[in-house]
């Protein structure tokens, strides 16, 4: 009995009035979640709709619930972080507890919420303005998901079991070695990025193919609406910088578990090699969340302004520049490390550079908006609130990368101000944009413009009192990663300020959850498939769209192909499928396998990240036998009969 309980005191976290408020939460919402399920006879149904699913549409609204859930845990991160340092000597969180916490906010707000929030995106609107019924690997991208999710739900496991990773969320050695971090947390960390990164290139590679493939007849590079040609340009950073991240993260947990020295200075090995590694996928991710941000403004920006884009071609080539200069940047990361100056210059010019085509794009939207037919629909607000803010982010990026007065910014609190200036002004604005932009064609209802409003001005103002204070505590000597400050240094009052502001941009979220809830009984249905008179081919079907996407697939002439369309017949006209035209859709069938195989991968991260390598092997194992078994699987399509597609055409009144 004594070993059983020495051992549940060391499995599970103790002694934290919060953890056990975290335990007995995942109690209830688990308790609540089976009861409701079971009470409503849903199993079956998530089984066969859900979980086992392989339509693009599913998953991407799948990765939006996730990305949102992610969103909310690193929110009350981030409000725990800005209530221990809102006055002087504040002890509301141990130093390990408030190191924990600020490790996985950054962990999770960039790879489990502003990731799956780009690739909710991705698959909710690439495969329908490209004309495609699905992406190029269905199969693969069921895959990517619950990769996705089992590695979140492994990286959030360790908040009440073993312990939470505590080395920031770039795990530098050698502080995240075994010799200075002894415990599960970093295992948790590394094994959880590394499950999740495979289903992040998995993606990348998916839709590379699927834009360079499956486009409608017709639809040639150039005629490819923005948002795919800024998807395109992220999949080929993703494709190049996520094999760097996997081998730096590889590499780190060999020499935890098997104790090998490649980043260990005493035995031959080298902490910076690491932090090269890191920042070579790093600073590129940057671009990887806000490209797909870059082309959601570029649809709204034209769609609420009933104009064609400016500077179309510019546009692209804007956005494929930043796709390359993004690898010429990293180094900007860690200036004061003793590169060089000849290196710290090149860089310096480099990182300079990428503000140019960034500008490019502001002037397009800008211009597209001069002498527009602007509606200030709640898409279009977020973008508008998005040009300064991230003309603030591009200016203070510019001034943190001159390399000399980078000495001066370096690790202060101006940085901290800068880059969340740059991912939520860009980032979260870009993806709200896009989640109020697409809900009709993925709901079939829009969402609440009222509460929508409310939701929108917290965050502005929030957003505004929060980070601003802290530009001017980074230029007063605040640093970043300190839990606490003495008082007398003047620190204090700014430091309220943007603790209330982060309490603010919380009751925006809570708006927009409550305008979620709303909407779902009381929202506008959307009966034309063209809420908001949209211009590409997604706005010309249904809300929300069939499995099979479209059931004639349509014949691109130009840009903005369902604008063209619109203009050259009557909408009604253009809506209407000719049946003859009708042939039978070829569709892959769903399979349980994805998410199995996801489960035993998540068995082997828990078991390595214990060491406990039975299990470790348990898992790996479980997972070759799902790749073998598939190798052997034929049966994994069907076609839509003619019937069927013309009762669900004749149904939705496009017959």
């Not at 910014?409 to 993806?431: D, E, P, R, T």
Request: glycine share 10%.
């Amino acid at each position: 009995m004594s070993s059983i309980k020495d051992f549940a005191s060391h499995f599970f976290v103790t002694g934290d009035p919060l953890i056990y408020g975290a335990d007995v939460s995942i109690v209830l919402v688990s308790l609540a979640i089976v009861f409701v399920l079971t009470y409503y006879k849903k199993w079956g149904w998530l089984w066969r709709e859900w979980l086992t699913t392989v339509d693009h549409k599913k998953i991407g609204i799948m990765y939006m619930i996730a990305a949102l859930l992610m969103l909310f845990r690193g929110g009350v991160d981030a409000l725990l972080m800005r209530m221990q340092l809102a006055w002087p000597n504040v002890h509301f969180l141990k130093s390990e507890h408030y190191n924990e916490i600020f490790t996985t906010h950054g962990t999770i707000m960039i790879l489990f919420m502003a990731m799956p929030l780009i690739f909710a995106m991705m698959n909710i609107a690439v495969p329908l303005q490209i004309g495609a019924r699905d992406v190029a690997y269905p199969y693969l991208n069921a895959i990517s998901f619950w990769l996705f999710f089992f590695g979140a739900m492994l990286l959030n496991l360790s908040f009440v079991i073993g312990g939470s990773p505590n080395s920031g969320w770039t795990a530098y050695p050698p502080l995240s070695g075994l010799e200075f971090n002894p415990g599960p947390g970093e295992n948790f960390y590394l094994l959880s990025l590394s499950i999740s990164g495979i289903g992040s290139l998995a993606t990348g590679i998916n839709f590379l193919v699927t834009i360079l493939k499956m486009r409608a007849p017709g639809m040639k590079l150039m005629y490819m609406p923005l948002f795919t040609w800024s998807v395109l340009a992220t999949c080929i950073i993703i494709i190049i910088a996520f094999p760097v991240l996997t081998v730096a993260l590889a590499l780190l947990f060999i020499d935890r578990l098997a104790g090998a020295h490649f980043f260990t200075m005493a035995a031959g090995g080298n902490p910076m090699m690491y932090i090269n590694l890191f920042w070579i996928w790093g600073h590129p991710e940057v671009y990887i969340v806000v490209l797909p941000a870059f082309g959601i403004f570029s649809e709204v920006v034209a769609t609420f302004s009933k104009k064609t884009a400016f500077g179309y071609k510019s546009m692209v080539a804007s956005m494929m520049l930043i796709s390359v200069i993004s690898y010429f940047t990293w180094l900007h990361h860690f200036f004061t490390m003793g590169a060089g100056a000849d290196v710290n210059t090149f860089f310096a010019i480099s990182t300079m550079m990428i503000g140019i085509p960034t500008g490019v794009k502001i002037f397009n939207w800008m211009f597209t908006m001069y002498r527009g037919r602007i509606r200030l629909t709640l898409p279009m607000l977020w973008t508008i609130s998005f040009i300064p803010c991230f003309a603030i982010g591009g200016a203070t990026g510019v001034m943190l990368a001159v390399a000399p007065a980078d000495y001066q910014y370096h690790n202060s609190y101006f940085l901290i101000a800068h880059f969340h200036q740059v991912l939520i002004g860009g980032v979260v604005f870009g993806m709200i944009a896009g989640m109020y932009y697409w809900w009709p064609k993925m709901f079939g209802f829009k969402l609440d413009e009222r509460l929508g409003r409310w939701a929108f001005w917290f965050w502005q103002i929030g957003f505004y009192v929060c980070f601003m204070p802290q530009y001017a505590l980074g230029f007063m000597g605040m640093t970043r990663r300190i839990y606490t400050y003495p008082d007398g240094l003047g620190w204090g009052p700014l430091n309220f300020v943007s603790t209330v502001g982060a309490f603010l941009m919380g009751v925006g979220f809570i708006f927009q959850v409550w305008q979620i809830v709303y909407s779902i009984k009381y929202g506008e249905r959307d009966l034309t498939g063209d809420p908001w008179d949209g211009r590409t081919l997604e706005w010309s079907i249904p809300s929300p769209a069939p499995h099979y996407n479209f059931a004639v697939i349509p014949h691109v002439k130009g840009p903005d192909a369902w604008w063209t369309m619109k203009q050259e017949m009557k909408k009604e006209a253009a809506v209407k499928v000719d049946p003859a035209e009708i042939k039978p859709i070829h569709m892959p069938k769903n399979s349980g396998r994805p998410f199995i195989m996801s489960v035993f991968f998540f068995i082997a991260g828990f078991g390595l990240t214990f060491n406990w390598i039975w299990m470790g092997v348990f898992g790996l194992a479980g997972v070759a036998i799902c790749l073998l078994l598939r190798s052997f699987e034929y049966d994994t399509d069907y076609y839509i009969p003619v019937d069927e597609v013309k009762r669900t055409e004749a149904a939705l009144g496009r017959l």
